[in-house]
T-cell receptor, first 110, second 114 residues
């Protein structure tokens, strides 16, 4: 079946460095959502992208949806310790089921 | 407004026992779902419901039953617990049918089957 690949699986960065995680699909997506899960916590909805080429910003976070709507990225500028956690993309495969990527676990080196 | 409430937070079961994980939401969300989270596996959909009286299977439904008698509640039943069902279980809800809105997750139930 259709899979959503998320890379990298892990990322360790120095505090203040940038971070990017990517989500890729083999087929065109209707929309994509991003979630953050703090260690020991539950996923928290960040944003949804719907339009081809869409770019949205939330403070230091920038979300992009590819022109072909097959990939998306989340970029964090100047990471802080509060950014620690696992970032998941999630896609609607058109059958009312939200499928999650495997996540990128971000750790910050102070 | 409590959001999505899951009980219990922790549970230890013996192999073969049955139990029900509770999930309730007070946001009048139509869409509810259950996920399990295992290390390195992300979140996998077990069962979901698009409204009261309607349920359907997700990616990993075997060994689990659900029902949706009211809009607010969506319990998950483990019929005969197995060690492979050791996991963290999350209930989530969304405002409208079809995931065009962000999901609100409960705080999870950490289940260990011995």
């Amino acid at each position: 079946g259709q899979q959503v690949m998320q890379i990298p699986q892990y990322q360790h960065v120095q505090e203040g460095e940038d971070f990017t995680t990517y989500c890729n699909s083999s087929t065109t997506l209707s929309n994509i959502q991003w979630y953050k899960q703090r260690p020991g916590g539950h996923p928290v909805f960040l944003i949804q992208l719907v339009k081809s080429g869409e770019v949205k910003k939330q403070k230091r976070l920038t979300f992009q949806f590819g022109e072909a709507k097959k990939n998306s990225s989340l970029h964090i500028t100047a990471t802080q310790t509060t950014d620690v956690g696992t970032y998941f993309c999630a896609v609607d495969l058109g059958n009312e089921k939200l499928t999650f990527g495997t996540g990128t676990r971000l750790t910050i080196i102070p | 407004n409590a959001g999505v409430t899951q009980t219990p937070k922790f549970q230890v079961l013996k192999t073969g026992q049955s139990m029900t994980l509770q999930c309730a939401q007070d946001m009048n969300h139509e869409y509810m779902s259950w996920y399990r989270q295992d290390p390195g596996m992300g979140l996998r959909l077990i069962h979901y419901s698009v409204g009261a009286g309607i349920t359907d299977q997700g990616e990993v439904p075997n060994g689990y039953n659900v029902s949706r008698s009211t809009t607010e509640d969506f319990p998950l039943r483990l019929l005969s617990a197995a060690p492979s069902q050791t996991s963290v279980y999350f209930c989530a809800s969304s405002y409208q049918t079809g995931p065009m809105n962000g999901y609100t997750f409960g705080s999870g139930t950490r289940l260990t089957v011995v």
